[in-house]
């Protein structure tokens, strides 16, 4: 039991009615669907908090936390999340709980993640009555670290490597300059890693892009540090990859490190950040994910809710989908857990997810990418357990399943399935601790879709348009702009070719959107005369 004079901060969300009656989600579609009269017609900062914010609530939930002696730490300027501080002893009487210090074994070999270490938590609490109308959920108080933290991608060394000037002659980019347009971008990035700084320095250097600092952003945490890199490289791998390829292929666009340093609710602590902002990144890279029945429904409701402000404000976000194929990474190492575990946030309407292909690489065409196939990685896909099926993705759902038998298991082909495209994620050159490594993943297509989205942006602006926000609807009725992906099953889980655990059921790759690979590669030259002039 905790001791009822420990400090503790919860985060109480506060309820938004719009985006529970459809509002939100209807002026999304406004601006989002290109058949709309409203399309590209994106909201301010301002109108998005006039559409969504419940001050009323907001204020009576600050009134109460200080009638309770808790000090309020922090409210978001349209009043989404209130943070506040107080002794344990307050929070249970409040809150009807009862917190414990809970403490995760394996954090204590692990002093890159100090916050595994404890946490205080409370089996249930009650939201109370002058607050049942008021607030969603209560942040900090339920929900445990993954006991699986996402693992960090697999190195390999090996002919045929991905760089920019493969993806550049493979997908058809002919100028990889964005900059000077008045676009931002950024990756997200938790579990205690860093980024080499002379590794992208020396990266974007070799390639003669322009050699631009990231800036910080997110919780307190030494972003880069090349000297840990260069002595523990492992803990260097996803942010070197997702920083150089995001910023090589979109290349001179001033770009933003988030980091979120708590592992329970990172993807809370980013929604707290983003919603904050004025000006918001153009496009969102994010490569992190659990397996979404980890995740508390709330929390998958408040990002969702939280993408689709960023979408009404013509952000786009791209996130990878997994490198464990149906089955998600707790069944990496271990064949009892298969079965069809989807990953959030891919899994999220709001947002565009990335699978992965392999192929071209070694000279051979584009298929997906899958373990045993020598693919290190399989492409993460399936149906979500909680999100709806857009009405955007319905045709493409049900036409997959014209095409295939589908695989015996439990799944919700009614729900959101996922991903929405793919591209090359085998073997990339990634500089890493001094030298250049190959590195697998959907995460590492997820930044270079948002660097081809963010020139896609690039070119819209010198033509005076505005940038592409939320992209689903309008890729779902552009399927010529990608091209097809018709070979692969995504049963395996990651894993070198002759040792990933297969599970006995996935799903095949077919013509059209299929849960391996969505819609397939974006070919970008159609894509640009598709969008962007």
């Known amino acids: 039991r905790a001791s009822s004079e420990l400090q503790h901060t919860l985060v109480f969300a506060i309820h938004q009615p719009n985006a529970h009656n459809g509002v939100l989600t209807q002026k999304l579609m406004d601006v989002s669907d290109p058949d709309s009269q409203w399309y590209g017609q994106h909201l301010s900062f301002e109108?998005?908090?006039?559409?969504?914010?419940?001050?009323?609530?907001t204020s009576q939930v600050q009134s109460y936390l200080t009638s309770l002696g808790a000090k309020i730490v922090s409210t978001?300027?349209?009043?989404?999340?209130?943070?506040?501080?107080?002794?344990?002893?307050?929070?249970?009487?409040a809150l009807q709980a009862?917190?414990?210090?809970?403490?995760?074994?394996?954090?204590?070999?692990?002093?890159?993640?100090?916050?595994?270490?404890?946490?205080l938590r409370t089996p249930k609490y009650t939201v109370p009555a002058e607050l049942q109308d008021h607030v969603d959920f209560v942040a900090y108080t339920t929900q445990l670290p993954s006991l699986q933290?996402?693992?960090?991608?697999?190195?390999?060394?090996?002919p045929g490597m991905v760089d920019i000037n493969l993806l550049n002659n493979h997908y058809q980019i002919n100028d990889n300059n964005a900059g000077g347009q008045d676009l931002t971008q950024a990756v997200f990035e938790t579990g205690g890693v860093v980024y080499g700084d002379q590794d992208l320095s020396e990266f974007l250097q070799y390639y003669s892009a322009p050699a631009i600092v990231p800036t910080d952003a997110g919780s307190q945490h030494q972003n880069k540090n090349q000297s840990f890199c260069d002595t523990q490289p492992n803990y260097c791998i996803e942010p070197n990859l997702d920083l150089q390829y995001l910023m090589i292929t979109s290349q001179g666009v001033p770009t933003t490190y988030y980091y979120e340093a708590n592992e329970t609710y990172p993807f809370v602590t980013w929604v707290e950040a983003v919603?904050?902002?004025?000006?918001?990144?153009?496009?969102?890279?994010?490569?992190?994910?659990?397996?979404?029945?980890?995740?508390?429904?709330?929390?998958?409701?408040?990002?969702?809710?939280?993408a689709q402000k960023l979408g009404l404000m013509g952000k786009t976000i791209v996130v990878s989908s997994g490198d464990d194929g149906v089955a998600g990474y707790p069944a990496r190492n271990n064949k009892t857990a298969c079965g069809f575990y989807p990953q959030f946030p891919a899994t999220c309407p709001w947002v565009t997810s990335v699978g992965a292909t392999q192929g071209p690489e070694e000279y051979l065409p584009e298929i997906a990418e899958t373990s045993d196939a020598g693919g290190i990685i399989t492409t993460g896909g399936g149906f979500s357990n909680y999100y709806k099926q857009p009405e955007w993705q319905a045709a493409a759902v049900s036409a997959y399943f014209t095409k295939v038998t589908p695989p015996k298991g439990s799944y919700n082909i009614q729900n959101r399935g996922y991903p929405d495209v793919a591209l090359l994620g085998h073997n990339y050159n990634v500089a890493i601790a001094g030298g250049r490594h190959g590195v697998s993943g959907t995460s590492a297509a997820c930044p270079v879709f948002a660097g081809m989205t963010q020139l896609l942006n690039a070119a819209r602006a010198k033509s005076g348009k505005s940038a592409l926000g939320f992209l689903n609807p309008l890729l779902y009725k552009n399927p010529s702009v990608f091209m097809?992906?018709?070979?692969?099953?995504?049963?395996?889980?990651?894993?070198?070719?002759?040792?990933?655990?297969?599970?006995?059921?996935?799903?095949?790759?077919?013509?059209?959107?299929?849960?391996?690979?969505?819609?397939?590669?974006?070919?970008?030259?159609n894509a640009l005369a598709a969008f962007g002039k």
């Open 47 to 57: 109108e998005v908090g006039e559409l969504t914010a419940n001050f009323a609530a």
């Open 98 to 119: 009862q917190f414990f210090e809970y403490v995760h074994n394996a954090a204590a070999l692990n002093s890159r993640q100090p916050t595994f270490g404890r946490v």
């Open 76 to 93: 978001t300027p349209h009043g989404d999340y209130v943070r506040a501080t107080a002794r344990v002893a307050v929070w249970e009487a």
């Open 275 to 306: 919603v904050a902002e004025q000006h918001p990144e153009n496009v969102h890279s994010i490569s992190w994910g659990e397996p979404e029945q980890y995740v508390e429904d709330p929390v998958k409701f408040a990002f969702g809710t939280a």
């Open 484 to 525: 097809e992906i018709t070979k692969g099953k995504n049963n395996c889980c990651a894993g070198p070719r002759s040792g990933a655990v297969c599970c006995p059921a996935g799903f095949e790759a077919t013509s059209g959107w299929n849960p391996l690979t969505g819609l397939g590669a974006m070919n970008f030259a």
């Open 149 to 158: 933290n996402k693992p960090l991608p697999l190195m390999e060394a090996g």
